[in-house]
C-alpha cells in the first residue's frame, strides 16, 4: 500500500531530476538529459529508471521506452565502467577503425569468445561499442572513453590504451577532460558538473580541424561579405 | 467548394478561402484545409495510410505523394498530401496526371511491401485492407526484393484484448496517435529505430484503454487484431447491420457483423452527430452475453405438484401467467419493474401493460437507487428532451465550460468523455469535476477537481469557486449530472437552480441505455407516456382518447415508486409483479428485493439468461435479445436511434410481443405486436404540451459527516466490471482497470490502515476487501468500484454513495 | 435380308473385341493417380492436423458443399501447429462437383483429393462427410491430437522443416505418397 519508491534513485537523483525539469518550458523536453541522469545512477536505462523517468515528467512508461529504446547512447543492459567506443564509419573504418574493433572484441572476449557489440568484459571494466561516426574523421581512426577522444589510434594504441583502463589507470584523452567514468560522464550529459566545469570548459577543438581557419587567418583569407538586404528568397515554407 | 465549369470564367473566392488548381481542375477550398481532403472532395482520392481525418497530420506512411508547384516553382520533390496545406495559387498534380507522383507513390508502396508478409490469404483483414487495395490499385506489379524478409515473432499481446502483428506494421502511427490524441492513453509507442522500429508497449504497463480497439479497426494493415476476432471469419463471409450499442445511454452507432446466425464481432459506425467514428471496448466486444450457455430460449412455468420450474410452451406458459396476473390484480394489485435497458418500443409495452391489462401505476424501470426528487426532476426537465433543444455531443464539445457533477464520464459515458477531451484539446474548453478524486478522466480532460464529500454535492453547488461561477454564466457553458446524482439529496433542484441563474444549459447523463426510451414511454409511476402527469386529467383524457379507453379508465392516482413496490410486495399489499430485465445486485436494497420475491406473490418474469429473478419466478417468459429485435433507443441527448434487427430468423419476440399477447390472454389491447406497431401507437399520443410535473425543491441534503469510527463511501461503477453484460468475453474482462479501494495517506493513518496491503470496507451488513491505493480523496473518504469484485458495494455493504462505512486492515489478508 | 445379316456380322465381330465391360464391383477399377476422388485432410509427421480452420477452401468451392468452424488451439489441447484448427470439417458430397478448386486454395496443403470415388448412399444425412471421417489415417509414427508439437518449437519449423521430414517419412516403410494415399476402411 506505500506508494512505490525508487529506492535505486535516492533524494539527490530527484532533486537533480527537478533541476532538469525547471531548465525547460515544457517539462518533456527535460527526458534526455533525465535519461543520462538515470544511467548515471545504474550505468544503463532499467526498468526502474523508465519507471522514474516516467513518474518525474508525468509520461507513461511507453512514452519513455519509446525514447530509450530509439537512442543508442542510452543502453539497456549494465555497463562496465568505461564505455569504450570504436568508430567503424567508413573513413574511420578504411583508415583501421575495424582492425581496432577487432582486436578489442578479441582482447576484451572470454572463454575464447570474442566480445560484441555492447557487452562489457568479464572484469566489468569496459562495455565496448562500434559507434556510428564520431564527428573527427581528420583525426581517425579514433576512438572514444566516456565520450573523451583518443585520436590517431591503431591497434596497439587502443589495446594498450584498453590494458590500462582495465588495470584502473586513467590515461588523458588526446583532448578535452580528464577521463572519469561512464557514470560521472553521463551525469555531466545530463548536465550536473559537480566541479569540474573548468574540465569540460573546452576548447576542445584539435589542431588538425582548425588547420584551415589558421591557413586563412596567417594569410588573411576571408570570405566575401554577404550584401545587407538582398538575401536570396527563401523558399516558401510548408503550412 | 466550387468547380470551375470553365476555366476562363473567375470563381470568386470568398473570405478565408483560396483557389487552387488540382489535376488542371481550379478548387476553392477553404485556408487550412489538407491537400489530401480538397483532392478528396474533387473525387481524387490519393492513396494513404496514416491520414485520418480525425487524428492530427503525421506525414508518416509518405504514400500520399504528390507534386506541388508554388508560385510557379515547383517544389524539388513529390510532397506528402496529407501534411500539406492548401494556398494560393498551388498548383497539384496527383497520380492521374504526374508520371513523377505516380512513381513515387508504386515507390513507397514497394518500400512498405518489402517487410510485409504475403499472408493475405489468412490474415483477418484479408478483404478489407487499405494496404491490399492500395497495392492492387497504385502498388507495382512485382517486388524487386529478392531478400529475406524482417520477421517477428507473432502475435505479441499488447494487452489481453489487442493483438499486434509486428510485422504486419506499415508504421503508419494511427494506433499510437489514437491513443495519445483521442483517448488520453499513450501506452502503446514506437519503440526501438530503423528496421527493428515496432509498436510496443513498455514492459510493465499493457495497453490499458477503454477505447483500445478503435485502433484495430482504424488499423490499414492487419497488424493489430482483436483476440475475440481473430481468425473467426473473413470481412467478405458477414452480413453488417448497422445497430446501435446497448449498453450506455451515448447511443453509439455500431456496425454489427454476423454469420451462421452469431455475431462475429462489432464496430463502430460513423455518427458525426454522436460518437464520430470512435466506441468503447465495452460497445464493441461485449455482445457475447446473448450466447452465454444459460440463455433462456423456451418459456418455463413453476409446476404445481413439484414447485419446480419446468419448460413449458408459450400457449401455456402466457394462459397460466394470464391468470396468475388476473387473480393478483384481484387481490390488491401488480407491480411492473420493466428494468432501465429497454428500448422505447419495449418500454411502451410495459407502460402500457400496467395501466391497461393491469389498471395500476405502480410501474418503476429504475432499477438502481432512485429519489422522489429524482422522479419529479425526470418529469420536470428531462422529459421531452431532444438535441433541437437540449445538450447535445457537439454542444460538450463546443462549450466554454462544462461542469460535471456525479458523473464519471469515462467509466459511465466512455462517448462523453471523448468528446470533453476533443473539446478541450480542439477548442480549449474548461472541465470542472465535481468528484472526490483526481481521476484519470480529471487528468485526461484537463479538468479541474471541485472535490467534495460524497453526498455534499448539492451544497457543493451553492459555493461554487467564482472562477466556475463565471465560466458558467458565459452563453452555451453545459451542466451535466450523473445517475448518483438519485443518490444526493437536494442536487437535483440546486443544479436546476443553478442552471437558471447562470443560464447554462443542463442535461442529465444516466447509465443505463433505456433510460430516456422508459422516461419517453411513461414507464414511471408518476408519468403516462411522453411526460404527462398521472393526476392530471387532461392528460389523462388524452391518453384514454387515443388508446381507445373509455373516460376515467385510468388510475388517476400516482403509483408507487420501485421501493414502494418492493415493500408493498413484502408486506403483501401488492401481490403480483412483472419482472422485466432486472438484477436484483443492482437495486438499492437488494435484501428487500429479495424478500419481497421470496414472499410467495405471483412473479411473471420476461429475461434473457437466467437470474436471481427468473429462478423465483412463477411464469418466466424468453425475449429477444437486442441483436434479434428492431427497436429505438433514445440516448441521453434525447435523440432517437433506431436499429433493424441484426440477426433474422431466430424467431426470438421482443417484450412489446410478450406484453401483447399476454394482455390479449388478460383481455386488453395494447397493439405492440411487433416495435413498429409499438412505436405507431405511441406517435399516435403525439408531444404532450400540456402540464407538466413541477420540478422539484428540495433543500441540499446534509451528508454524512466522517468521524473517528466511520469514514465515508464514495462509489461508482467501472466501465469494465462484473456487469452481466459483459460475460463471455475473457478478454476484455482482462483490460479492466483494477478493482482498488482509494483513500488519501493521511485516512489511511487515521484508521491505521496505512500500512496495510488489504484493507476492509464493512457495514454492519457485510464487507469488501481490496487492495488499497492512495488517492488524493478528501479526508475521511474511501472510494470502492461498484461492481469489480465479487462482493459488490450494493449487495454485500448494502450501502451507496456517501454512506458510512468502516475501514479496517483486512483480517486474514484474503481479497474478498 | 442381307441388313439381318449385318447384324450378325457385328455381333460376331464383336467376340474379337476387347471387352469393355468392367466388372464392377467384384473387380474394383484402380483411377488415374490424379483422379479428383474423395478428399482427405493430412496431417503432420508426428500426427498434427494440418488444417488451420481458415475456410478458403469453403471460400474456393463453387458448389458451397464445405462447412468450416476453426477452432484455438490451447497449450492443454493441441490439434494442430500455430494458433488455430478446424474444429468443424465437412464437405457435402451431394453437392461436391470433384472440381478441386478447394484443394488449389488450401494454403497448408491440408487438403487434398484421393482416388476414392465409392460416394454413394440411400440418405443425404450420410453424404455429409464429416472431419472424423475426412481425416488421413494415422501411420506409424503418429499420434492421435490432440498432442503438442513434437516436430519443433513453432509453427515455422513445421513448414521449414517439412521436405527433410518428407524425405526422412520416405525411408519409412509406409511411404507410398502420404498425401495421395487413399483412404483405409474407416468404419465410416
Known amino acids: 500500500m506505500t506508494e512505490m519508491l525508487n529506492d535505486v534513485f535516492g533524494q539527490d537523483t530527484r532533486t537533480k531530476a527537478q533541476q532538469l525539469i525547471a531548465r525547460y518550458p515544457q517539462s518533456r523536453s527535460a527526458l534526455l538529459p533525465m535519461l543520462h541522469l538515470v544511467q548515471s545512477v545504474e550505468g544503463f536505462v532499467s526498468q526502474d529508471g523508465i519507471r522514474f523517468c516516467a513518474e518525474q515528467l508525468e509520461l507513461t512508461t511507453a512514452e519513455v521506452s519509446a525514447v530509450a529504446t530509439f537512442y543508442t547512447m542510452y543502453k539497456r543492459k549494465p555497463c562496465g565502467e568505461h564505455l569504450v567506443s570504436v568508430c567503424t564509419n567508413t573513413l574511420c573504418a578504411a583508415l583501421g577503425g575495424d582492425a581496432i574493433y577487432a582486436r578489442l572484441k578479441e582482447e576484451l572476449g572470454s572463454d575464447g569468445k570474442p566480445l560484441g557489440h555492447e557487452q562489457t568484459s568479464e572484469d566489468g571494466k569496459v562495455t565496448l561499442e562500434h559507434a556510428e561516426c564520431l564527428a573527427a574523421c581528420d583525426l581517425g581512426p579514433v576512438l572514444q572513453v566516456n565520450y573523451e577522444y583518443f585520436d590517431n589510434q591503431d591497434p596497439d594504441t587502443a589495446s594498450d590504451l584498453v590494458a590500462k583502463l582495465r588495470a584502473g589507470e586513467r590515461p588523458a584523452p588526446t583532448r578535452g577532460a580528464p577521463l572519469t567514468d561512464f557514470k560521472q560522464a553521463e551525469l555531466q550529459l545530463a548536465g550536473f558538473f559537480e566541479g569540474r566545469d573548468l574540465d569540460v570548459a573546452g576548447p576542445s577543438a584539435a589542431k588538425e580541424t582548425l588547420r584551415g581557419n589558421t591557413v586563412a587567418q596567417d594569410r588573411g583569407w576571408s570570405a566575401p561579405v554577404m550584401p545587407d538586404g538582398v538575401l536570396p528568397p527563401v523558399p516558401e515554407k510548408k503550412k | 467548394m466550387t468547380l470551375a465549369a470553365d476555366k476562363n470564367t473567375d470563381i470568386v473566392v470568398p473570405d478565408g478561402h483560396v483557389k487552387l488548381t488540382i489535376d488542371g481542375a481550379e478548387v476553392v477550398a477553404p485556408k487550412g484545409e489538407l491537400l489530401i481532403r480538397t483532392a478528396e472532395r474533387l473525387g481524387t482520392v490519393i492513396p494513404r495510410f496514416c491520414d485520418h481525418p480525425l487524428l492530427e497530420p503525421a506525414g508518416a506512411c509518405r504514400q500520399c505523394l504528390v507534386e506541388v508547384e508554388m508560385g510557379g516553382r515547383p517544389m524539388p520533390k513529390p510532397q506528402a498530401s496529407c501534411t500539406l496545406t492548401v494556398a494560393d495559387g498551388m498548383v497539384v498534380k496527383t497520380q492521374l496526371t504526374s508520371p513523377v507522383a505516380d512513381k513515387a507513390q508504386a515507390g513507397v508502396m514497394e518500400l512498405l511491401l518489402i517487410n510485409h508478409p504475403l499472408d493475405c490469404p489468412i490474415c483477418d483483414k484479408g478483404g478489407e485492407c487499405p494496404l491490399q487495395n492500395q497495392a492492387l490499385k497504385h502498388g507495382r506489379t512485382d517486388s524487386r526484393f529478392t531478400e529475406t524478409k524482417r520477421t517477428f515473432p507473432k502475435p505479441i499481446a499488447v494487452s489481453s484484448q489487442v493483438l499486434l502483428d509486428r510485422e504486419r506494421c506499415v508504421l503508419c502511427q494511427r494506433c499510437t496517435r489514437f491513443s495519445e490524441q483521442i483517448a488520453g492513453d499513450p501506452f502503446i509507442e514506437l519503440l526501438e529505430r530503423g528496421s527493428q522500429q515496432q509498436i510496443g508497449t513498455a514492459q510493465d504497463q499493457p495497453f490499458q484503454s477503454y477505447f483500445s480497439g478503435n485502433t484495430i479497426q482504424i488499423c490499414p494493415v492487419g497488424a493489430l487484431t482483436s483476440a475475440a476476432y481473430r481468425f473467426r471469419s473473413r470481412p467478405f463471409d458477414l452480413v453488417s447491420t448497422p445497430s446501435v450499442c446497448e449498453h450506455c445511454a451515448g447511443g453509439c452507432a455500431t456496425r454489427t457483423d454476423w454469420r451462421r446466425g452469431k455475431i462475429t464481432r462489432r464496430l463502430a459506425a460513423e455518427d458525426p452527430q454522436v460518437n464520430e467514428e470512435w466506441i468503447c471496448d465495452k460497445g464493441r466486444f461485449a455482445f457475447t452475453y446473448t450466447t452465454e450457455p444459460d440463455r433462456l430460449l423456451r418459456p418455463r412455468v413453476r409446476d404445481a405438484k413439484t414447485g419446480e420450474l419446468r419448460d413449458a410452451s408459450w400457449t401455456e406458459a402466457l394462459r397460466v401467467a394470464a391468470e396468475g396476473l388476473t387473480k393478483a390484480k384481484e387481490a390488491g394489485g401488480v407491480g411492473v419493474l420493466p428494468g432501465g435497458r429497454l428500448t422505447v418500443e419495449d418500454a411502451y409495452a410495459y407502460s402500457k401493460f400496467a395501466r391497461v391489462a393491469l389498471g395500476t401505476n405502480d410501474i418503476d424501470y429504475r432499477n438502481r437507487p432512485s429519489s422522489a426528487e429524482e422522479l419529479a426532476f425526470l418529469g420536470s426537465t428531462v422529459s421531452g428532451t431532444n438535441p433541437e433543444h437540449g445538450v447535445t455531443y457537439g454542444d460538450i464539445e463546443k462549450a466554454p465550460a462544462v461542469l460535471l457533477i456525479a458523473l464519471e464520464p469515462e467509466e459511465e459515458a466512455p462517448g462523453v468523455f471523448l468528446r470533453l477531451r476533443k473539446g478541450n484539446r480542439k477548442h480549449g474548453n474548461r472541465v470542472f469535476h465535481m468528484g472526490q478524486w483526481t481521476t484519470p478522466a480529471v487528468v485526461k480532460t484537463n479538468g479541474t ?144 428485493a429479495e424478500r419481497a420475491l421470496d414472499s410467495g406473490v405471483f412473479v411473471v418474469s420476461l429475461d434473457l439468461r437466467e437470474s436471481s429473478v427468473t429462478r423465483r419466478a412463477d411464469v418466466v417468459l424468453p425475449v429477444a435479445a437486442i441483436s434479434e429485435k428492431a427497436g429505438t433507443y433514445i440516448n441521453w441527448e434525447g435523440r432517437r436511434r433506431p436499429f433493424p434487427v441484426v440477426i433474422t430468423g431466430t424467431n426470438r419476440l421482443p417484450d412489446c410481443r410478450v406484453l401483447d399477447t399476454l394482455a390479449v390472454e388478460m383481455d386488453a389491447d395494447l397493439f405492440t405486436q411487433t416495435p413498429a406497431a409499438a412505436m405507431a401507437d405511441l406517435g399516435r399520443l403525439g408531444h404532450h404540451t400540456g402540464n407538466r410535473i413541477p420540478a422539484p425543491s428540495v433543500d441540499a441534503g446534509r451528508p454524512n459527516r466522517p468521524g473517528q469510527r466511520h469514514a465515508v463511501l464514495a462509489t461508482w461503477h467501472q466501465l469494465i466490471d462484473h456487469g452481466s453484460m459483459q460475460d463471455g468475453e475473457p478478454h476484455l474482462a482482462g483490460t479492466a482497470r483494477p478493482a482498488v479501494a482509494r483513500l488519501s495517506v493521511d485516512t489511511a493513518k487515521a484508521f491505521g490502515v496505512a500500512d496495510a496491503a488489504l484493507i476492509t470496507v464493512g457495514t454492519d451488513r457485510g464487507s469488501v476487501t481490496l487492495l488499497a491505493e492512495f488517492a488524493d480523496l478528501p479526508e475521511g473518504v474511501v472510494w470502492l468500484p461498484s461492481n469489480s469484485t465479487p462482493a459488490t458495494v450494493r449487495t454485500s455493504l448494502g450501502a451507496g454513495h456517501g454512506a458510512l462505512v468502516t475501514v479496517t486492515t483486512a483480517a486474514n489478508g484474503a481479497a474478498s | 435380308m442381307f441388313d439381318a445379316l449385318k447384324g450378325f456380322g457385328v455381333t460376331f465381330g464383336t467376340m474379337f473385341k476387347k471387352v469393355v465391360t468392367e466388372e464392377y464391383p467384384e473387380v474394383k477399377k484402380i483411377p488415374a493417380e490424379r483422379y479428383h476422388g474423395r478428399h482427405q485432410l493430412n496431417r503432420h509427421p508426428d500426427g498434427l492436423e494440418k488444417c488451420v480452420g481458415c475456410e478458403l477452401c469453403a471460400w474456393a468451392c463453387p458448389a458451397d458443399a464445405i462447412y468450416v468452424e476453426g477452432g484455438d488451439n490451447t497449450e492443454k489441447a493441441r490439434f494442430s501447429p500455430g494458433e488455430r484448427y478446424g474444429a468443424i470439417y465437412q464437405i457435402n458430397y451431394l453437392r461436391c462437383i470433384g472440381c478441386g478448386l478447394c484443394v488449389e486454395a488450401c494454403p497448408t496443403r491440408s487438403l487434398t483429393m484421393t482416388t476414392e470415388y465409392e460416394l454413394a448412399d440411400d440418405n443425404r444425412q450420410d453424404l455429409i462427410y464429416t472431419k472424423e471421417q475426412l481425416m488421413a489415417p494415422l501411420l506409424s509414427g503418429m499420434e492421435q491430437p490432440p498432442h503438442p508439437m513434437r516436430l519443433g518449437d513453432n509453427e515455422q519449423d513445421y513448414y521449414v522443416k517439412g521436405p527433410e521430414l518428407a524425405v526422412s517419412m520416405e525411408s519409412a516403410p509406409f511411404a507410398d505418397s502420404m498425401e495421395t494415399a487413399p483412404l483405409k476402411e474407416q468404419g465410416k
Open chain 2, 449 to 592: 477537481l471541485i472535490p467534495c464529500l460524497p453526498g455534499e454535492e448539492a451544497d457543493m453547488l451553492g459555493r461554487l469557486p467564482s472562477e466556475v461561477d463565471e465560466l458558467l454564466r458565459r452563453p452555451d457553458a453545459v451542466i451535466l449530472l450523473g445517475e448518483r446524482a438519485a443518490e444526493i439529496t437536494g442536487l437535483f433542484s440546486t443544479a436546476r437552480e443553478l442552471a437558471a441563474q447562470t443560464g447554462a444549459k443542463l442535461a442529465w447523463i444516466p447509465r443505463r441505455a433505456g433510460e430516456l426510451a422508459a422516461i419517453e414511454a411513461g414507464a414511471l409511476p408518476t408519468m403516462l407516456p411522453g411526460g404527462r402527469p398521472v393526476t392530471d386529467s387532461v392528460a389523462r383524457a388524452e391518453v384514454e382518447l387515443a388508446w381507445g379507453l373509455e373516460t376515467g379508465t385510468l388510475p388517476t392516482a400516482e403509483g408507487r415508486d420501485l421501493a414502494g413496490i418492493l415493500g408493498a410486495v413484502a408486506n403483501g399489499r401488492l401481490a403480483g409483479l412483472v419482472i422485466g430485465s432486472v438484477d436484483v445486485h443492482d437495486l438499492p436494497n437488494p435484501e428487500l
